[in-house]
């Protein structure tokens, strides 16, 4: 590792099996630089993989967006988030051998003119940095466009392997489709330009190490499996709130909403890995197979007016500031109908589940941002206890806590010291930050790295994409029929009326975590 070239980490030990992979030579152009996730995300996630030294010498970056930027021009973005959201420490060393293979392509989608410039940039990068021809397209744009920008990559002959065999990969953000129908049409048009191995459809939440755990804590363990079924879960919750609103995304998420915006994709994942049998291996057919059966046995439920909710969320005072409503953000129409809260039932008709509801619920503007998945179990069947020793005993619950504060908890009832027999709830914590010293890469470095590798276990396969608009599809369906607006939610608060009826008809009540 002498050559001034390479990304150098001192701390690496190269000879250590258990880290991930260097990958090899390539580039990388991402579509849609402008946007909030390549900002936030993507662009510190590589240099976080620079900087640990799993970038390859010579490694290129190439932005294409609708601006008039020059090649420093896009720099200082990338300069500027990574200041701003990066990981890992800023050195001057990685940044100055990221610099170098920084090329920008401005352009539109519709402009063959700005895809020949962009098959210029990826040739001359491959003469000056040694690239090898190795690309991959990354699609961080509205879903909406990934037809157009996947058919002028075949257009301008860039999704194909060159004499070399060099490889050309496209990453596909979700959703993967608007629905059903329309996710088989992006598929049949994707796979005729791109080999299925060369597709790498993302879902961040699967990149996450407290998502990875799930699939660790089920099946390292003897201790949960007993328990891990019917015979002893009341119900799943499953929750991502965000407390956040929409920001800048209006181009994208106004007439997304919250149910295709992240239940179709990571709460079904979750949903999934939660419910699936154990895979032979973690290999990715394996794994994709139990997951694919997990969502096959999954369904709507059967009133989906009674067990589904939407919402949106209205102006006002929300964590200490004044937030617009959802209808006056920028860019979004007064009258739109897209929620920003969801929350459904599935039930899952399998001999595991049978008769245990899961609880699937996202929204913008909560008060906090958590996502976590609770396993609720069954009450005792027989309590030897006087009513009032036992008023303040809930269910126990095992609660996966993805993030932020990643752990796990444990709640069980405990007898308080000094009272003759008095049942309180008590909690029993796993917490990352306390029990590694490693700390967890982001999801978006471990999928990058994943696809520059070639590497598909965290990437779910189409199949798994139609499961999840299958359950999906009847709920927006009957949402659109309704035309009607979602019912409104004070910012700051857990969503609307409907959302807590939904679960109280079934005896429940949700978690505040
Ligand atoms: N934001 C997030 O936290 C996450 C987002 N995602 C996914 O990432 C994708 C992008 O989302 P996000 O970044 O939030 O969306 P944004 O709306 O913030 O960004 C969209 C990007 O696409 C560009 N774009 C849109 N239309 C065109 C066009 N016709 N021609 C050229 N460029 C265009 C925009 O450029 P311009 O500035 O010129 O409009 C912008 O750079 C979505 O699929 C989303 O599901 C996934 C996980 C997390
Ligand atoms: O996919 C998405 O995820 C983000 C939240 O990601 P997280 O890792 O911070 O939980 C969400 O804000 C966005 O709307 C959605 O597109």
Redesign the pocket.
Known sequence: MSNAKHFVNPLRDPQDRRLPRIAGPCALVL????????R??LMPAIYDLANRGLLPPGFGLIGF???DWENQDFAKIVHDSVKERARTPFREEVWKQLLEGIRFVPG??DSDESFQTLKQTLDDLDQSQGTGGNHAFYL????K?FDQVISQLKKHGLAKRDQRGAWSRVVI???FGHDLASANELERRVSSVFHSQSVFRID?YLGKETVQNLLALRFANELFEPIWNRNYVDHVQITMAEDIGIG??A??YDGVGAAR?VIQNHLLQLLALTAMEEPTSFDADQLRAEKRKALAAARPPKDIAAHTARGQYLGGWAGGKQVLGYLEEEGISPQSQTETYAAIRVDIDNRRWAGVPFYLRSAKRMPRRVTEIALNLRRAPHLPFSQTDTEALGSNALVLRIQPDEGITLRFGAKVPATLMEIRDVTMDFAYGTSFAESSPEAYERLILDVLLGDPPLFPQHEEVELSWKILDPILDFWADLDTQPEGYASGTWGPASGITMLARDGFVWRRP
């Open positions: 579509f849609g630089v402008t946007g909030d996730l390549a936030k995300k967006a609708r601006r539109t989608f961080s744009i509205p879903p466009a953000e979700k959703p961040h800048g995304r181009g994208y915006d």
